[in-house]
């Protein structure tokens, strides 16, 4: 039931991602160190972007208080198990090796549908360490598809971050998770 949830839930969503920078802590919204053609071959199919906006006086200032409501919140999940006791779960826990790992806690998506609260990320990212263990880097925020450019501005300043949604999904039939780490020609099917 939860992957049925996760699969019906992902396709309507639009995602925002802040980073923090792995030794200052310093917040960064995605943009700020953009995906490189390579990062991004074979994805921009499945990625529709929010179209980049001249930065005003307060934009900074509202992202640098969404910032620091965020880092204060989610301190307390650097510790992998921290999060999942709090309900946070692993993103297509099958997948290994992934880049950026995504937990997910489905309370905070369905109330990112109705209303923003820079203390509540739907996902923790986590990236995993030379020794294997995971190291969180930033969080995610979601918004209902049906959001215009400026309802998204007025979560997270789109000068600052760009807001992206996921189009084009392809996923294996139900019950079908083993197939969820199939290859084809070096790349995933799903």
Same mark, same amino acid.
């Given at each position: 039931?939860?992957?049925?949830?996760?699969?019906?839930?992902?396709?309507?969503?639009?995602?925002?991602?802040?980073?923090?920078?792995?030794?200052?802590?310093? /917040?960064?919204?995605?943009?700020? /160190?953009?995906?490189?053609?390579?990062?991004?071959?074979?994805?921009?199919?499945?990625?529709?972007?929010?179209?980049?906006?001249?930065?005003?006086?307060?934009?900074?200032?509202?992202?640098?208080?969404?910032?620091?409501?965020?880092?204060?919140?989610?301190?307390?999940?650097?510790?992998?198990?921290?999060?999942?006791?709090?309900?946070?779960?692993?993103?297509?826990?099958?997948?290994?090796?992934?880049?950026?790992?995504?937990?997910?806690?489905?309370?905070?998506?369905?109330?990112?549908?109705?209303?923003?609260?820079?203390?509540?990320?739907?996902?923790?990212?986590?990236?995993?360490?030379?020794?294997?263990?995971?190291?969180?880097?930033?969080?995610?925020?979601?918004?209902?598809?049906?959001?215009?450019?400026?309802?998204?501005?007025?979560?997270?300043?789109?000068?600052?971050?760009?807001?992206?949604?996921?189009?084009?999904?392809?996923?294996?039939?139900?019950?079908?998770?083993?197939?969820?780490?199939?290859?084809?020609?070096?790349?995933?099917?799903?």
């Amino acid at each position: 039931m939860r992957n049925q949830l996760r699969a019906a839930l992902l396709p309507t969503l639009l995602v925002m991602s802040l980073m923090f920078a792995a030794n200052t802590g310093a /917040a960064f919204a995605q943009v700020g /160190a953009p995906m490189s053609t390579a990062d991004m071959s074979g994805i921009t199919a499945h990625l529709e972007l929010t179209p980049r906006w001249s930065m005003t006086p307060g934009d900074s200032i509202r992202a640098s208080a969404i910032a620091n409501d965020l880092r204060l919140a989610i301190t307390k999940y650097r510790d992998v198990r921290i999060a999942e006791a709090d309900g946070f779960r692993m993103f297509a826990p099958q997948i290994r090796n992934q880049r950026v790992y995504h937990f997910t806690k489905n309370l905070w998506a369905l109330e990112n549908q109705f209303r923003f609260n820079p203390g509540k990320p739907t996902s923790l990212l986590y990236r995993k360490d030379n020794r294997g263990d995971f190291v969180l880097i930033g969080a995610m925020y979601t918004a209902p598809k049906r959001y215009t450019a400026a309802e998204l501005d007025a979560r997270i300043p789109i000068s600052v971050a760009q807001w992206h949604k996921h189009v084009n999904w392809c996923l294996p039939p139900r019950r079908a998770t083993e197939r969820w780490t199939e290859i084809r020609n070096g790349r995933p099917v799903f």
